[in-house]
Nanobody, 118 residues
Framework: VVLVESGGGLVQPGESLRLSCVAS????????MYWVRQAPGKGLEWVST????????DYAESVQGRFAISKDNAKGTVYLQMNSLRPEDTAVYYC????????????WGKGTLVTVSS
């Protein structure tokens, strides 16, 4: 299993970014996926979940209404559209794979850094 994130960078408050995570080595269309982030000096924070078929979606309260998760099973890719970014969104963002049945995360990418600063 390999998960490779991309799309991070430096943006100003209020701007947008779209993160991508290309997955390989497993049946991508059969698994739920997550985005998790870690801000500098802080612990891991779950951001969003998407069901295996792309229909079920859930968000942390801190990003609800600003972020949107999506999944393209044909491309083996999960996305995180991030709008109205705030300085507190600064973090390394990780794409993770569900082990099955929403029981937890068993594989992680190396992450992509998002910095929101003026």
């Amino acid at each position: 299993v390999v998960l490779v994130e991309s799309g991070g960078g430096l943006v100003q408050p209020g701007e947008s970014l779209r993160l991508s995570c290309v997955a390989s080595g497993f049946a991508f269309d059969e698994y739920n996926m997550y985005w998790v982030r870690q801000a500098p000096g802080k612990g891991l924070e779950w951001v969003s979940t998407i069901g295996w078929d792309g229909r079920t979606k859930d968000y942390a309260e801190s990003v609800q209404g600003r972020f949107a998760i999506s999944k393209d099973n044909a491309k083996g890719t999960v996305y995180l559209q991030m709008n109205s970014l705030r300085p507190e969104d600064t973090a390394v963002y990780y794409c993770t794979k569900d082990m099955g049945g929403y029981y937890g995360m068993d594989y992680w990418g190396k992450g992509t850094l998002v910095t929101v600063s003026s």
